[in-house]
């Protein structure tokens, strides 16, 4: 049966013996190996209920198993779910009854907080640990190695991305099987991906970047991947000599340029860095050419649509700006309040057009409206203008967003938690400059009038309701917060007054 995204990742590799995953201890995944795993995986799910159209949510270690259910679930028609492993039980709660999934996997560690929401939408809980047993993996053991793949169009659902919301509650993303490869194909052309590379892989498997930019990519050129659990500057390093592709965040490339034998030599036989998730700096990117001889690609991509621009891989790469829009992909700038299209060079809100962008916000047909226009543009809520050449420079964000190591934090949810505090009056939450993450988060808590607020309580319950990446990293109290005329909290008067 066709399946858009199986049909073009997966199948054509079903047969081949070439290394296509190597892991931290050494161990390799050759793409047969792993496509018969995939298949097993999509076994063990549909023996455990899955349904074409269902979501699978997965909480899971960054593995070859992890990676082989991802595409096994697309195999078995269902819609792959993958949320960050340090979101705590309360933000996970709201993902699996917003999501109400078929299959929740994870660690059985967080098994006991998770039972609670599987029961309530009817989940079938499945495990799956760090060193790759637990009851997923026993389950697809023993099944066959071939999968009679499920039908699905390029207008199906393949993925469910959250990505956090203004209004302090997240909005599952609908990607199709259409979006995706459109995507990966756009990328693999223009980055001239081919079997020959060998990408080191240390970025999170959970988010656009890591899953989509890198592995759909990876998977559709038949490159091989150095899957590493985590970013280690060292163990890059070391695996520089036998690779040829990077994709990272920012900060990667400032831990590299902080790594005593990151030189030129080092990076002889490497052929490309890519960054993105975040902006590059372009004293890094100056940088970074004087130490090693390349210009790191920088490209510009969201939950919703994947990637929109890409800097060229023949031709300047210009510092500080995102390049051009992918072949099929549209980017105008309008004016942030009318939405009328603006003139040559105007600075305004980025919109984007094409085969990449999303399909709406899951169960949430009011904010899908407010963002996805009825002809097509999504707006993307960042503020940026085409230079004289062309090159799109993003300027900044009418999102109330801060990006973190490449990780989104919205202001509202951290501001929620801490209003929810006793003797709380308000607060406000804002990004600061950080050298290694970029930006960092800040709190700005009043307390209620007579009324002192225990820094330790705020903490406390930070860590309880938020991801370790969210937590303000210092807290100030104050008399008041700074407002305009109309009442809004100045957030531009408090960064600068916190600066
Ligand atoms: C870790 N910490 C962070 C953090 N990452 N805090 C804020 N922001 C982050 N990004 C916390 C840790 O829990 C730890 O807390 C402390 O900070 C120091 O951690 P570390 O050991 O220095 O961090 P490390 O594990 O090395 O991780 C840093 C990182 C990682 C930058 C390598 O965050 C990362 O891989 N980021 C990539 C995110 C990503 O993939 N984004 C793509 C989104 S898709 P403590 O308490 O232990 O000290 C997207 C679309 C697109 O945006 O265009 O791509
Ligand atoms: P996410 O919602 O996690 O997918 O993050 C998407 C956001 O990351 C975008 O809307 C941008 O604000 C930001 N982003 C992604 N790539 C870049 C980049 N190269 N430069 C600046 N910001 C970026």
Redesign the pocket.
């Known amino acids: 049966m066709p399946n858009v995204m199986y049909d073009a990742l997966a199948a054509p590799h079903a047969a081949s013996t070439k290394t296509f995953l190597t892991d931290d201890a050494g161990g390799t995944t050759s793409f047969a190996d792993f496509t018969a795993l995939a298949a097993q995986m999509a076994h063990a799910l549909t023996a455990a209920g899955l349904r074409p159209g269902g979501r699978v949510a997965v909480i899971a270690p960054k593995r070859v198993e992890t990676l082989a259910l991802y595409v096994g679930t697309l195999q078995a028609g269902g819609v792959y779910l993958p949320l960050n492993t340090?979101y705590t039980a309360p933000e996970l709660e709201y993902f699996l009854t917003d999501a109400t999934p078929d299959i929740v996997i994870t660690e059985s560690a967080r098994a006991k907080d998770l039972q609670p929401a599987c029961d309530t939408v009817g989940a079938q809980l499945l495990t799956l640990e760090s060193d790759g047993s637990g009851t997923l993996c026993a389950s697809a053991t023993g099944q066959a190695t071939t999968f009679e793949t499920v039908e699905r169009s390029g207008k199906d659902l393949a993925a469910l991305l959250y990505t956090s919301g203004t209004t302090g509650r997240s909005k599952g993303a609908m990607l199709t099987h259409g979006n995706m490869l459109s995507n990966a194909q756009a990328l693999t052309d223009l980055w001239q991906i081919t079997a020959q590379d060998r990408l080191i892989h240390?970025?999170?498997i959970?988010?656009?970047?890591?899953l989509f930019?890198a592995m759909n990519t990876s998977l559709l050129a038949g490159a091989q991947v150095r899957l590493m659990e985590?970013?280690?500057a060292d163990a890059i390093l070391r695996d520089l000599p036998g690779s040829t592709l990077l994709m990272?965040?920012p900060?990667?490339y400032t831990?590299l340029l902080d790594t005593p034998g990151f030189t030129k030599e080092a990076c002889a036989n490497m052929r490309l860095f890519i960054s993105?998730?975040?902006p590059l700096l372009a004293d890094t990117h100056e940088s970074f050419e004087a130490r090693t001889g390349h210009r790191i690609l920088e490209?510009?991509?969201?939950?919703e649509t994947?990637?929109n621009t890409s800097n060229p891989y023949d031709g300047e790469r210009r510092a500080g700006t995102v390049g051009f829009p992918l072949p099929g992909t549209e980017v105008r700038i309008t004016c942030p309040s009318e939405g009328t299209p603006l003139g040559k060079g105007e600075t305004g809100m980025i919109e984007v057009r094409g085969p990449n962008v999303f399909k709406g916000y899951w169960n949430m047909p009011e904010k899908t409206a407010e963002e996805l226009r009825a002809d097509g543009w999504f707006i993307s809520g960042d503020l940026g203008r085409f230079d004289e050449d062309g090159y799109l420079e993003i300027s900044g964000r009418q999102k109330d967003l801060i990006?973190?190591?490449?990780?989104?934090?919205y202001p509202k949810e951290i501001e929620d938690v801490l209003n929810g505090i006793p003797g709380v009056l308000e607060s406000a939450v804002i990004g600061l400059p950080?050298p290694?993450?970029g930006e960092?988060?800040v709190a700005v808590v009043v307390p209620e009038a007579g009324q002192d607020v225990d820094q330790a309580l705020l903490r406390q319950e930070a860590a309880r309701q938020l991801?370790?990446?969210?937590?303000p990293?210092s807290y100030h109290i104050e008399d008041g917060l700074p407002r305009n005329t109309m009442g809004k909290v100045q957030k531009n008067v408090l960064r600068s007054q916190m600066a």
């Open positions: 340090a240390a970025l999170p959970f988010h656009t970047h890591g930019v985590r970013f280690d990272g965040v900060t990667f831990r993105g998730s975040a490209r510009y991509g969201m939950t994947n990637m990006i973190s190591g490449g990780y989104n934090i950080d290694d993450f960092k988060v991801a370790r990446f969210k937590h990293r």
